[in-house]
């Protein structure tokens, strides 16, 4: 079984911290309805790094060199049991300061989880990210068709 964890550092006073939390709020109850990740244990972490530094540090020793600036936002799993895996993700911040435009955000970001999600589940088999070799390949047999349709 998988397991994710959402790790969110943040500061009490940071006005980058106070636009995003209600958008990490919604994406904490939207994750656990995703079906991306029925199978999985889902956590949610937040520390406050003015009060809660060393506790962070102790339990995420592995993601401590990784938090500067603030929000930080971490994707850290468990893949398969054993696999450790973990990314750091650039938060996404609402337009206003309103209900809607926080879940409308919140879904932003949760696809956004959901694709690092299934990169580093990929990773972890060996593989690579078979979109950007779709992608490359298709830009590439375009250029080709272009190429012998001009001939």
Known sequence: MNKVTLILVKLTNCPFCIK????FDKVSELI???????????????????????????????????????PSIFIDCTINGNDKKYKKIEPIYP????????????????????KDYKDLVVSQRGGTNNNYYKNKYLKYKNKYLILKNNN
């Open 20 to 23: 995003f939390i209600p958008v």
């Open 32 to 70: 656990k309805e995703e079906s991306e990740f029925k199978n999985t244990e889902i956590n949610i972490k937040i520390y406050d790094y003015a009060k809660e530094k060393e506790k962070f540090e102790t339990e995420n020793l592995h993601l401590a060199f990784w938090a500067f600036g603030a």
């Open 95 to 114: 337009e206003n300061n309103n209900e809607e435009e926080h879940k409308k955000t919140a879904v932003k970001f949760l696809n956004t989880i959901i």
